[in-house]
């Protein structure tokens, strides 16, 4: 609580991104304790640890498993909190799968959901219910690797780029240290 809370704070045209002075405080070019590309990457939302490359497979997985007819029909097949996306149907099927009861399906909140968010917190900003993906990716302006934004690792630069050239970036940095 004693640090100045404005080396707490985001300010990119300073080059600190979140936690930027824990990560500074173990910035060390003698004895490094992570690569940079690791201790100065972004923050990534609990949903998006896993990344990108898993989220975009079980999207593209669910849209080959949920037929846009399946999807039409969904209000009738589940007339409480209904699926929006074929993703939302895809793990709503295995939920009722393995728990079929009324009270169940009660406990589990539904409506529209950006970067995990509640649908309250869609309704208090316009440009939220316009993307209704529930990856972090998906609020675009603050997160680096929004869908069509990446971090240049090759010059450790927050630049405007593709995540294709995020991965060829690491890989061009990979090899080489070898």
């Known amino acids: 609580m004693d640090i100045d809370p404005e080396w707490k704070m985001i300010r990119p045209d300073l080059g600190r991104i979140e936690k930027w002075i824990l990560r500074k405080a173990f910035d060390d070019d003698q004895k490094p ?10 923050k990534e939302q609990f949903s998006d640890g896993v990344g990108y490359s898993w989220i975009d497979g079980l999207k593209d997985h669910t849209n080959k498993e949920v037929t846009d007819a399946m999807l039409m029909h969904a209000s009738f097949v589940y ?27 009660s406990t589990v909140p539904g409506g529209p959901s950006v970067a995990c968010s509640t649908a309250k917190a869609v309704e208090w900003d316009a440009e939220w219910s ?36 995020l991965v060829q970036g690491i890989a061009e940095k990979a090899a080489a240290v070898v």
């Open 130 to 165: 316009k993307n209704p993906d529930p990856s972090g990716r998906a609020a675009l302006g603050i997160h680096a690797a929004a869908y069509e934004e990446a971090k240049d690792v090759k010059n450790g630069s927050f630049a405007i780029d593709s995540p294709q050239k």
């Open 79 to 105: 007339p409480e909190n209904t699926p929006t996306t074929k993703e939302a149907y895809y793990y709503r099927a295995i939920f009722e799968k393995f728990f079929p009861k009324n009270a169940a399906r």
């Open 33 to 42: 304790y992570l690569p940079k590309h690791i201790l100065y990457r972004q």
